[in-house]
Nanobody, 120 residues
Framework: VQLQASGGGLVQAGGSLRLSCTAS????????MGWFRQAPGKQREFVAA????????YYADSVKGRFTVSRDYAKNTMYLQMNSLKPEDTAVYYC??????????????WGQGTLVTVSS
């Protein structure tokens, strides 16, 4: 399985970006998928997740109300719509997939990361 993340870029504070994560190699409809991010000099942190059953969504408090995670099962793709971006959202964003749960130390598949830079 390979995860290909895309959609990062440079945006001004208050702007929007949509990240995509497309899986290849197998269908991940039964997998939990999510986004993590790592800012310079900081540890990787959880951003958002969407689970297979019922499509339950979870968000970090720092992005709740501004970010929305979704999936297109037909395209084997997950999205992260990011609105009202802040400079502190600047980070490399990684997508992840696991058949069980998104525990960072045990996640089966990681994407390569896409850089989001928010200017003030």
């Amino acid at each position: 399985v390979q995860l290909q993340a895309s959609g990062g870029g440079l945006v001004q504070a208050g702007g929007s970006l949509r990240l995509s994560c497309t899986a290849s190699g197998r269908t991940l409809s039964s997998y939990a998928m999510g986004w993590f991010r790592q800012a310079p000099g900081k540890q990787r942190e959880f951003v958002a997740a969407i689970y297979r059953s019922g499509g339950d969504q979870y968000y970090a408090d720092s992005v709740k109300g501004r970010f929305t995670v979704s999936r297109d099962y037909a395209k084997n793709t997950m999205y992260l719509q990011m609105n009202s971006l802040k400079p502190e959202d600047t980070a490399v964003y990684y997508c992840a997939a696991d058949p069980e749960a998104l525990v960072p130390s045990a996640i089966d598949y990681w994407g390569q990361g896409t850089l989001v830079t928010v200017s003030s």
